[in-house]
Structure formats: C-alpha cells, structure tokens
C-alpha cells in the first residue's frame, strides 16, 4: 500500500519509526517539541513520544549538540536538530573536535551514533545565514558521514537508516524541497543501502551530476535537454562522505562527459572532489573536461537576488552545451 | 566601595586584593599551620586512616607530576601538562566519587584518573604522543582527556541528562544513584562552552557537579582577565548554588565535593565547586612562568602546600608514625620506576593504526587508501612494518 508525501512528512514519519522502534532514539534540539520544530519536521512527536525524549533546547547549539555527545555516550542515539544551516557555526567545534574524533580517541571504545540533521540549501526567500550550503566543511573532516536526501521517499528511508548507523552522520535536508512535491512511498518496497548514489535518469550523452536541491533542477535540465535531442544522465550522489564514486564511474565511461551541480560555493567544494576523482579514474573516456556549476565564491546575496547566485536549469543546460561542444 | 546610583557596587572593588586568600566564603577544615577548624555547613568526621589515606594519594600524585615532569625534560615526553600544587583539590574530589558516578576531567587531571585507578602510565602515552588516552573510559567511569578548553562540561551535562533518563537519580539507592562531574580551570570559565553547560544543567536540573580548579593562571593570563566577580558566585547567574572551598585542603575539598555530588545524587541539580588553589609549576612543560608571575606570590602559595600541612597534622597528633611515611616514601619509589621503565617501554604506533577506528563502519574510501598505503609501505621491504 501506497501513501502520497512531502518530503516533510516522510521526514517526520521516518523520525517516528525511529522512535518507535528504539528507545535509546531521542530528538533534541530549539523549537523541536511543541512547535514541531520551524519546519515542522519533528511535527506531533513530543505529544506521543514525551519531553525526555523529544526535548526542547535552550538556544545554544553547541550546548545541544555537545549535551548530545554526553548522551551518546550514556547509551542513548541522540538526533540533532539545528535550525537552520547557518547556525550550525556556533557547533562547529564540538561537531568536528568531539563528534567526529571520539571514536578514533577512543580506539572504538567509545561510539558516537548520532544524527545532526540541517535544513540546507536556499531558494525560500530569507535573510542572512538562512539559506548557506556548509556540507563541504563536514564532508573535510574525517570521522563524519554526510549525506544529503532529495526526494520524500530517501527522506523517509534515509533518516532511519542514518539513525541506526554507528556513526555521527550530518543529515542535510534541502529545505526548499520539504513541501514542495508529493511522491508514493510505498513500505514494503526495501530502500538501497545509505551510502550509495543512484542513477535517477538513465542518458547518453553526458552525466549530470546532483544532490539535495539541484536534483530536481537537473531532472529538469535533462527533460529540456531531451527536447532538443540531447540525452542526459542524472546521478543523485545522496552520500557526500564517503562519495559512492562506482555508479558516477560507470556513467561517466559510458558519457565520456560529466557535469557537477551544487548550490554551495564551486571553490574548494563538493564539486572539486567529484571532477578530480572523475579525473583521476576516467581520463581516457573523458570527452571533456569536468565542468562545475554552483553558487558563486560570494557570501550569499540577499533574497531578491538569489535566484541569480543558485544554479538554475539555463546555467545547467548552458554547462551541457560547453562540454558538448568540446 | 564606589557606588554608581541605582547600579550596585563596584565589582572591581569587590574581587580586588583582599581575596587573596580565597575571601571570607572559603570552606575550609584544615589551615595551612595544619590546625582542624570547623564548618557549620560542610564538617565531616574524618578517621585516622582517611586522613593517612589522603597523605599517601597525595604524595603519589605529586610522584606522578615530578617523574612526568621529569621525563620530559629527558625527552621522553612531548609535553607534560603540570598539577604541582594542586593535589588536595584533586584527591578531594575523586575520594569523594562512587564507583557509578562519572568523570569528565580536561588534561590535568592525573590526580582524579589516579584515585579512579587508571594507571597512571596511561596517562603518559597522550603526552608522549603515541596514543590520544589508552584507558576505556567505561572500565573506570572516567572520560579521555579533553584538550579543547570547557568542551567537556557540556558532555558532562549530556551524560547527566542521560542518568536523569535512566531512572538512576533520587531512588535513594546509595548502589544506584549516580552524578557526574566535570573538571575545567578558571581559563575554561570563559568559554561559551561551560556558560552552556551552566544553563542547559540548571534547565534540565542534571545531577552535575562542575568542579572548577582555579588555580589563577590560565597559561600566562591572570584570573582577573577571566572573571570581575569570584568565580563560585557566577552560579547563582545560573540558577544553582556555588561554592568556594580552599582547594589545598583536601579535608574540605572532599567534604564540599561529597555533598554536591550527593546533592545532584538525589536529585537536587548542578553545583559549582570552586576549588581555589595555585598552580605552581608551569601551564606545561612549555611555558615559563618567571616571565608573567611574581615570585612573591609563589612563594606565598608554598606556606599553604597541601602535603604539609596534613603531614603536620598527622605527626602533631600522632595519628601516623615513622613506619607510615616510610611506607609511603617507599611505594612513591616504587610507582616513580614503574612510570620511568614504563614510559621508556611504551611502544610506538605502527604506522597503519592510524587507520583504525576513524569509523564504526569503515569506508570504502578509506578501505582504499589504507591498502595502498600498506602496499607502499611493503615496497621498502617491510621497513615499517
């Protein structure tokens, strides 16, 4: 059986499978119990599962993610929600000085299983530190899984499996995907493991590379794409750290060509890593150079201009159009 | 005192000079000349064999603290992080510990791992740089060092918060009831990390004891670059009490630490110990104090050393004889050889442990890197393996 949901609802009924099925799962964070957190992720989880186990922070981050590290290791599987990406900074130094490190201080005796789930990403209209892209900063620090889901029926999937790993995995959510489109989630159907990417669009031509927001953005490239004749390949990556580089590897043979999209700055970014690994596998099937499209090396801009700063479908297809022509 | 009108007192004026000697709120029951006195609040009844017992953990944490001291200067050792003077408030605070109780300690604090018993030649490896901590935190209920400054208070909390969780506060069971207590500096009172943590213990109400050694310096900046008021009265800021205990007094530290723990043990919250004591050795072994402080003061500081003064009291009142000391002396020895042929003896990583452990479920990333660094390594002959 088949349920219609948003990527915020099958965000909140992962959550609650979680709960449901492990009591040592708790949800911290500012806003997350009564108000169901700003985006409503954790909407109707404190009224049935309790305030010891759904728990309203005071707003402080790294409070609540350095409390979180305590009550991993008392036991318990700690979710984190920070409220929006741009206040993840304040936590910087407890998510990559304590939660990514202590189980190689520890020599594995001490484990971290903990979920620090981020509404990423822009494209909602809002002001400074709202709308910021920081998944390279964490995907640079060894100890850390991060990965990042674009559609409602990963968002479902996707945050429990994150939840019952071992390891701290930063959870990016694209916040401007959360209600936007509807999908069928059907249960019984067995998701793919957490750290794979997945072919989304089969193609020919050229490999487009997406996570998170820009997913839907390059399956819209490729439909116009498809209307001028050209075929394209979309790979959703949906793990940053470790990158699952097999299926990106397998296209990219095939292509010959292979296009990187993100919202984050292109310097020093995800795309950075994806195009040298790309390089250094598939040099002999590359047609043309690894082409990157993302948010410009600017702080980002104020709202009424970010539609300019965020790749959009002509940057995608114009990037097409450069490596086709090589 | 000058006063602004409608805003208080000076604040300067109040933590001025005269605190000196830890002020008026100082819990004391042992003097420096090794006299008993007695407290309203915080008396204890001590036997004769735990006042022995206290001298004898006190002579060997300071024997820990001069062999490491000692074996850095020969090199064997990067760096050693200094506790000299500072063994009452240590030995205070970890007798006054229950087995299911919690540490959270900052680098120092060879004194507390000691009375958890760690062995103390674990303590060694971090500094001579061939492991992060080598004890299982969960063996003896005492964390890994934190080397980033005040980051454990807030872990601390965290784990009370779990305790809270599990049913294992005020049941009234002496076997059950746990706290946990987390151990930082005066530097570390500055940082926004432990001002969380005060908010989010008295929010929550956690069974945490944050015990502060203040011990004046934080490397070369004085106490009153750290705070305008007394350090204990930050506390009441927060919602929970706090108090200042003479932290070269290991009667009164153990007592004062012994009832806030007991108090969060039941159920009644965070508490701020403010331990007020000296460092009188370096930061670490890096740093050289001649440069920032007056002898002056050190040598103030010497005339209240923990150990003498128990000593003095011991003898004065017959309560130990030669053999006793002797004893001790001899078991001193005994663990100075133990950390200087063991410290030697601690072997170097292999180079491909550095792979260990990054993760619970290792990558395939570093799956790759690790066998091509071993396949690289193999191309010398098996020089490094």
């Not at chain 1, 600017?298 to 965020?310: G, H, K, N, Q, V």
């Not at chain 2, 060879?110 to 901590?133: E, T, W």
């Not at chain 2, 002396?329 to 170097?348: I, V």
Request: with cysteine.
């Amino acid at each position: 059986m088949s349920t219609k949901i948003t990527l915020a609802k099958g965000l909140n009924m992962g959550l609650r499978k979680a709960m449901e099925d492990d009591p040592k799962v708790l949800i911290m964070g500012e806003d997350v119990g009564k108000l169901g957190g700003v985006f409503r992720i954790t909407d109707g989880l404190q009224k049935d599962f309790g305030e010891d186990r759904v728990i309203d922070s005071p707003l402080a981050e790294s409070g609540i993610v350095g409390t979180a590290v305590g009550m991993a290791l008392r036991g318990y599987r700690p979710v984190v929600e920070i409220q929006f990406d741009g206040f993840v900074y304040p936590a910087y130094d407890q998510i990559v000085c304590q939660v990514a490190k202590m189980h190689y201080r520890s020599k594995g005796r001490s484990k971290m299983p903990m979920v620090i789930r981020i509404p990423f990403g822009g494209g909602i209209g809002a002001v400074e530190h709202h709308s910021e892209s920081p998944e390279a900063q964490f995907a640079h620090t060894p100890g850390l899984k991060v990965v990042a889901c674009s559609n409602p029926v990963d968002g479902y999937w996707m945050i429990q499996q994150a939840i019952a790993s071992d390891d701290p995995v930063i959870f990016l959510e694209p916040k401007r995907q959360y209600h936007a489109d509807k999908m069928d989630l059907d249960e019984s159907v067995q998701p793919e493991p957490l750290f794979t990417s997945r072919v989304v669009k089969q193609g020919t031509d050229a490999t487009v590379l997406a996570y998170g927001p820009m997913v839907k953005t390059a399956l819209k490239a490729a439909e116009a794409a498809a209307g001028e004749g050209k075929s394209l390949e979309v790979i959703d990556l949906r793990t940053l750290s470790p990158l699952d580089m097999g299926p990106v590897f397998e296209s990219v043979r095939r292509t010959g060509r292979a296009i990187i999209t993100h919202e984050a700055h292109v310097n020093l970014g995800m795309g950075a890593e994806v195009s040298a690994r790309i390089t250094e596998e598939c040099f002999y099937s590359l047609e043309a150079p690894v082409l990157r499209v993302g948010g410009f090396d600017t702080p980002y801009p104020a709202s009424r201009i970010e539609e300019d700063f965020l790749p959009d479908l002509d940057r995608v297809l114009d990037a097409v159009d450069r490596s086709l022509a090589y | 005192m000058t006063q602004q009108p409608g805003f208080g007192p000076d604040l300067v004026e109040v933590f001025g000079p005269s605190q000196r000697d830890g002020g008026p709120d100082l819990v004391q029951l042992l003097t420096p000349e090794g006299e008993r006195v007695h407290h309203p609040e915080f008396d204890h009844d001590f036997s004769a064999e735990d006042l022995r017992g206290f001298y004898r953990d006190m002579v060997l944490t300071r024997r820990i603290d001069t062999e490491a001291t000692a074996l850095q200067r020969h090199g064997e050792l990067g760096i050693w992080a200094q506790l000299l003077g500072q063994e009452a408030a240590q030995i205070g605070a970890g007798r006054a510990l229950r087995p299911q109780d919690y540490v959270f300690p900052t680098y120092r604090e060879h004194g507390v791992a000691y009375c958890r018993g760690v062995d103390p030649l674990n303590l060694l490896g971090l500094f001579r740089g061939v492991d992060h901590g080598a004890w299982n935190p969960n063996d003896n209920n005492f964390g890994l060092y934190t080397i980033v400054i005040g980051a454990q208070a807030l872990h601390a909390t965290g784990y009370a918060m779990g305790i809270q969780r599990d049913g294992d506060v005020g049941t009234g069971d002496p076997e059950r009831d746990a706290a946990v207590i987390a151990h930082f500096g005066d530097g570390a009172s500055s940082q926004g990390d432990v001002n969380e943590a005060f908010i989010f213990a008295a929010s929550y109400n956690a069974p945490v004891v944050f015990f502060c050694q203040n011990n004046q310096w934080a490397i070369s900046e004085p106490i009153e670059r750290q705070t305008r008021i007394p350090l204990y009265q930050r506390a009441l800021g927060f919602g929970f009490p706090g108090v200042r205990v003479d932290g070269n007094d290991v009667l009164a530290t153990y007592a004062v630490t012994q009832a806030a723990l007991q108090r969060a043990r039941d159920g009644q919250g965070p508490t701020l110990v403010e331990a007020y004591t000296y460092r009188m050795g370096a930061h670490t072994t890096t740093d050289d104090p001649t440069r920032y402080r007056l002898s002056d003061d050190v040598e103030h500081w010497k005339l209240k050393d923990p150990i003498a003064r128990v000593e003095v009291y011991l003898k004065r009142n017959g309560l130990a004889d030669d053999a006793f000391f002797d004893g001790v002396k001899q078991e001193a020895d005994e663990l100075g050889h133990h950390l200087r042929e063991g410290c030697k003896a601690l072997p170097d990583p292999k180079p491909m442990s550095m792979f260990d452990h990054v993760y619970a479920e290792e990558t395939e990333e570093l799956r790759v890197q690790r066998e091509g660094y071993a396949a690289y390594l193999e191309t010398f002959e098996g020089a490094h393996s």
